[in-house]
């Protein structure tokens, strides 16, 4: 009989897909690592979420606050939001939710390596997700790689796995990466691309880590 229970609230819909499938990595962690303890979902998957722009910031901290107040009044324990570009866009107001567990709580020793290369969002880049990060030396990769990466995010959203996969080793063989290389996964999309990319790399999941932060809260 399992000892305690987490209930977790989801605040998804940034990414509907990505967002079921941390829902889906969140049960399987505890199922394959703690024997001891259980956790519960509420998942709020709604995809008329604001778009990711800081330019509509208001907009989406309303829109979260709002869900975060639908799990809290539900019962939650903690309540997560697996969009990492969402969560810089409103990182500075995080504190106002109640118990909102920001990805950046995270335990991100694992992306201290040297020689880590970034794969996210243009607009996380440009917000400056490196500087969260304790990496070692950051590869700054081509703006058309980045291109790129962009697009195999859209593909991830509209279900299409494979040519989002095509896209992302083309980026990694046209940036010509050492095999010592760090890839961080700094987007919930590409979270899903996780286990068929090349075991040449060091990869560094931000959602696998943002997972242990959570059942840690």
């Not at 330019?55 to 901290?61: Q, S």
């Not at 903690?78 to 118990?99: A, F, H, K, L, N």
Request: proline share 2%; charged share 25%; with cysteine.
């Amino acid at each position: 009989m399992k000892e305690n229970q987490l209930n977790v609230g989801i605040v998804g819909g940034m990414g509907p897909l990505a967002s079921n499938y941390f829902a889906q990595r969140l049960h399987e962690y505890v199922i394959d690592h703690d024997s001891c303890n259980s956790v519960s979902t509420i998942h709020v998957n709604d995809d008329t979420a604001p778009d990711r722009d800081p330019d509509f910031k208001g907009e989406l901290l309303k829109f979260v606050s709002r869900k975060a107040k639908n799990l809290e009044y539900i019962g939650v324990d903690v309540i997560s939001m697996p969009c990492v570009t969402g969560q810089m866009i409103i990182e500075d107001r995080t504190g106002d939710i109640s118990r909102f567990c920001a990805i950046f709580e995270s335990d991100l020793s694992s992306v201290s390596h040297r020689d880590c290369v970034i794969l996210a969002t243009h607009t996380s880049i440009e917000m400056g997700l490196d500087k969260k990060l304790p990496v070692g030396s950051n590869i700054r990769i081509s703006d058309k790689s980045q291109d790129l990466i962009d697009q195999s995010i859209m593909k991830l959203k509209a279900n299409e796995k494979n040519q989002a996969l095509k896209l992302i080793n083309t980026v990694l063989t046209a940036e010509e990466l050492h095999k010592d290389a760090t890839l961080v996964l700094g987007c919930s999309e590409l979270s899903i691309l996780n286990k068929d990319l090349s075991k040449d790399y060091h990869i560094a999941d931000l959602m696998e880590l943002y997972i242990h932060a959570i059942l840690n809260y």
